[in-house]
């Protein structure tokens, strides 16, 4: 079946420091990947994606690429600021869904930025 | 444009009692979904609809059931709670299969 998996946080940093947050799956076929964001209060909200391999999704300063040979996502941010403190979701699509797109999250990873 | 709008906010509701979630999108969205979000767990898909008039179950759906008499609205209802339906419930909405999903606030339910 189809499955993500994040690191376990929570994650601490220093307003600058680099950040990554690793990300893996599991899917049939060739699944579109997502990261999502959810700030504290609020529901989640795309932050970037890549639909095929050696894609490299970003914004915001974000970026994350759809590697097949590792199958892998991770999530990368070259200096972090106070305002990215939240909770960072990643996810994929199946290939070939009709209609509703059925998102597979990972667990989330909280992460915590201090000035 | 208010997006995904859910409600009520948060609900203390007790074991046996029914209880149904309102989501209400105004983008138009065909498709609609209600996912459950626990610690540790991410978020689950419970039930999901491609357009109005069809619905289908997600990875969760025990104890929970769903209508979409038309493109806006998306009701989630619990039957009779259990204790372990306490959690945060999100609806979300997207334009079709390849569109990223637009998340309500989220309700926070807890089942005494």
């Known amino acids: 079946g189809n499955s993500v998996t994040q690191m376990e946080g929570p994650v601490t940093l220093s307003e600058e420091a680099f950040l990554t947050i690793n990300c893996t799956y599991t899917a049939t076929g060739y699944p579109s990947l997502f990261w999502y964001v959810q700030y504290p209060g609020e529901g989640l909200q795309l932050l970037l994606k890549a639909t095929k391999a050696d894609d490299k999704g970003s914004n915001k300063g974000f970026e994350a690429t759809y590697r097949k040979e590792t199958t892998s996502f991770h999530l990368e941010k070259g200096s972090v600021q106070v305002s990215d403190s939240a909770v960072y979701f990643c996810a994929l699509s199946p290939l070939g869904g009709q209609g509703a797109q059925k998102l597979v999250f990972g667990q989330g990873t909280r992460l915590t930025i201090n000035p | 444009t208010a997006g995904i709008t859910q409600a009520p906010t948060s609900q203390i509701l007790a074991a046996g009692r029914s209880m149904t979630l309102r989501c209400t999108q105004d983008?138009?969205?065909?498709?609609m979904y209600w996912y459950r979000q626990d610690l540790g767990l991410g978020l689950r898909l419970i039930h999901y609809?491609?357009?109005?008039?069809?619905?289908g179950k997600g990875e969760v759906p025990d104890g929970y059931s769903v209508s979409r008499a038309n493109t806006d609205d998306f009701p989630l209802t619990l039957a009779s709670a259990v204790p372990s339906q306490t959690s945060v419930y999100f609806c979300a909405s997207s334009a079709g299969p390849n569109s990223p999903l637009h998340f309500g606030n989220g309700t926070r339910l807890t089942v005494t």
């Open positions: 609809s491609n357009t109005a008039g069809t619905t």
């Open positions: 983008m138009r969205h065909n498709a």
